[in-house]
Structures are given as C-alpha cells and as structure tokens.
C-alpha cells in the first residue's frame, strides 16, 4: 500500500510542510521575461506580450512560446500568480468602469444581493458581469475584450477553447479582508464534499479554471489588493487545509500584496491560498473585474436532457424507493439520472444559499422530492424552476 493518501482527510494535513513550501523564495533568475519580481510575484510588461504577437515570423513565435512556456510554469510549479501591467487602457477601462457601477446602481433595490465571502453593505458584486456588460454596451464590450494578452494568459494557462466569465467586485472603504480560501471548483464546496473528492481530482481541478483579475482603480496598499500566499497552490491537500486556524496562521504570516495600478491585470491558479484585503483608506473605492476563465474540457461528450429523463423516470424511481428506501442502488440510480453539478449557476438568484456556497443541484432536488413523496406536478414544477434558476 502507497503512503500517499488518496482520499484524505484533516488528520493528513501538515502546516509545517505546507510554512516550508510557502517559504520558496521567488528568484527574478527563474523568470528571465518578467520585468521584475515583487513581493515574491513575477511582473511583466502587457507590452512585451503584445511583441510576441504582432507578427507570425519564426522569431516572434518562438518568443510567444517561451512566454507562455513561462506562465505556464509560473502558475503550475512556481509562485502560482502573475502580474500583467498595463493590460487594458486606462479609457477602455473606465468605460466599463461606469457601465459596472450603472448595472450595480440598477439592481439596487431590485432584491437583496449577497456576497458569498463579505459582510452585507461592505461591498458591491456584480454577478455574471461578462454578460451584462455585453448587453449593456456593446461597443465598449468588444474594446474590452479585443485582448489579445488577455487571450494569451488564458491560453498558457488552458490552451485554446476556453470560456470567460466575470463577476465585479467593488470593495468599499472600511471593507474588511476576507478569510484565505481557494477558488472554483472545490473553493465552492463544503469541507465535507470536497472530502469526497480523491485527492488526484482536487489537483487536477486547478488546471480547469484560471483566475484572473482586472484593476479598475488604482489600488495602493492602504486600499486593500488582494492578499496572496505564493507558492500555495503547490500544497496539495489544501482544499482540506485552508478552513483550518493552523493554516490561516501560515497565511497571516506569509501573504503579500502586490499594488495594482487601473488597467493592471493578476492572474492566479485557483488553488493559490488568497483573499481580499482590508480596505483601510478614507475614501478609496476598490473595484476589480474578477474573470473567471474556463478550460474547454469541462464538458461531457453528449449533451442529456436530465429534467426530462428525470420526469420519464420518476414514477419507477417511486416505486423502488417505496418499497426499499435510500438503498445504496438506489443512489446510484439517483446520481447516474439528475446532474450532480450545480454549476455553471446564475448567482443572482440562488447567492447566497445559507449553510454553503453552492446551490441546490438536480440531484439533490431529486433526493428532496423522493423523500418527501413529491406527486409528479410538483417535481416537474421544480424542475422547471430549478433551469429558470440556471438560466442566465
Ligand atoms: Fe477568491
């Protein structure tokens, strides 16, 4: 039997390993295409990316592959996160800057909005902003997104055929610091459910999702960038660690921040240790594009209309469940039939959800109307809210 443990659990972790790894000094040698390395992260100039793409010569590819040779390894095997300066005009970015606070201003009042990590009042977050952007102003839109270093950092990081999203977020003065997490996929779940999950998934999950962020205003360190623990995400039962009070304390110890300048870019591997900092200034607004970039393997082969199999299913279902209960065969059936995923979601309407940070999946959906020995009208009734729900 290996010693490796493959589905570990609390007991396993070790802070002293983890204080050790985070203690990797970030050499500038190591990363010879940044400008400069501060606070332990590499910095690189938006310009130097755009040379490598102005042209299709032999040269100028190789030097494209070099840089994303490097990002790559800088967000795998190194300090885990990177700055870009300079990568989105300042204009450009102001544009969406007043589009942002419009759409915010709009939803005010709407219903309450919740933030999954800050108190109530303490910031502003725009949920799905990636598409309401779009819609709002379409010409600002694609400026905003005509980014080719933009694409280039999300390549070295998933190759080609990626997905964006992004939520804004606008830290207020006096917005406290947020706790340490990781990010999506397992950042989203509970402790227990992440357990769940064979430790190989948990790492191999940080290839699926790039991190990234966009300042909107300038962001001194007195306004609260986010705090970042390089070489974190390297720590490989950290999905299990980072809720723990002797790993916060490696943090506390260890974290950096880096001032961002409006138009600056950071991205980060989502299993990089992180959190927003405290705004301490008088009356600096902190307001970040917070993207959110997708690998195009996250998705199955066949599409499957679940709801439906669901609705076809449910009366067989009933009947073995009446007659046996929750026997293991039939949470197998319950799992192999409903989408156990509740994401891509809409966080505007299921954000927050009391006790997690998911919402309710369509497998537990399913295990709610069995239990309770829903009639068939209701089901479908609740299916049927469950994809308005979804939908964005
Ligand atoms: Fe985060």
Redesign the pocket.
């Known amino acids: 039997m290996t010693a490796i443990r493959h589905f570990p659990t609390r007991a396993d972790l070790d802070p002293g390993a983890f204080e050790a790894l985070v203690k990797t000094p970030t050499r500038a040698e190591d990363w010879p295409l940044a400008e400069r390395v501060e606070a332990g992260i590499p910095i690189y100039a938006a310009a130097c990316a755009r040379d490598c793409l102005e042209r299709d010569d032999s040269e100028t590819n190789a030097r494209r592959r070099a840089l994303l040779e490097e990002w790559h390894h800088c967000l795998a095997q190194g300090p885990g996160v990177l700055a870009i300066t300079g990568m989105v005009e300042g204009a450009v970015v102001d544009r969406a800057t007043e589009t942002f606070l419009a759409l915010i201003e709009a939803e005010r009042g709407i219903g309450q909005r919740g933030d999954h ?1 800050a108190a109530a009042g303490a910031n502003d977050r725009l949920w799905n902003a990636f598409q309401k952007h779009g819609e709002a102003d379409p010409d600002g839109f694609v400026c905003y997104y005509a980014n080719p270093v933009l694409a280039l950092v999300a390549k070295a990081w998933l190759g080609p055929g990626y997905q964006l999203t992004s939520q804004v977020n606008v830290v207020k003065p006096g917005g406290r610091a ?1 706790l340490p ?4 996929h397992l ?1 989203f779940l509970s402790e227990a459910q992440a357990l769940d999950y064979p430790l190989g998934q948990q790492v191999a999950s940080q290839y699926l999702t790039l ?1 990234g962020a966009v300042a909107h205003d300038d962001m001194p360190l007195e306004s609260g960038p ?1 705090q970042l623990l390089p070489h974190s995400q390297r720590y490989a039962e950290g999905y299990l660690a980072y809720r723990d009070p002797a790993f916060q304390e490696v943090f506390a110890r260890h974290r950096v921040q880096l001032p961002l300048a409006k138009g600056d870019g950071l991205f980060f591997n ?1 299993a990089l240790f ?3 900092g405290d705004n301490d200034s008088q009356h600096r607004r902190r307001m970040a594009n ?1 993207l959110q970039i997708s690998s195009a393997f996250g998705r199955a082969m066949e599409s499957v209309d679940n709801a439906r199999l669901i609705r076809k299913c449910y009366a067989a279902l009933t009947t073995r469940f009446q007659r046996g209960g929750w026997t293991p065969q039939t949470h197998a059936c319950v799992d192999a039939l409903a989408e156990s995923y509740p994401f891509p979601a809409n966080l505007d309407r299921t954000a927050p959800r009391a006790g997690g940070l998911a919402p309710e999946s369509q497998r537990e959906l399913l295990a709610r109307a069995l239990t309770e020995a829903w009639p068939e009208t209701q089901l479908h009734d609740a299916l049927a809210c469950l994809a308005r729900a979804r939908c964005a």
Do not use: C, I, N
């Open positions: 990590f947020q997490h990781r990010d999506y950042g991190q986010t989502p992180h959190a927003a917070l």
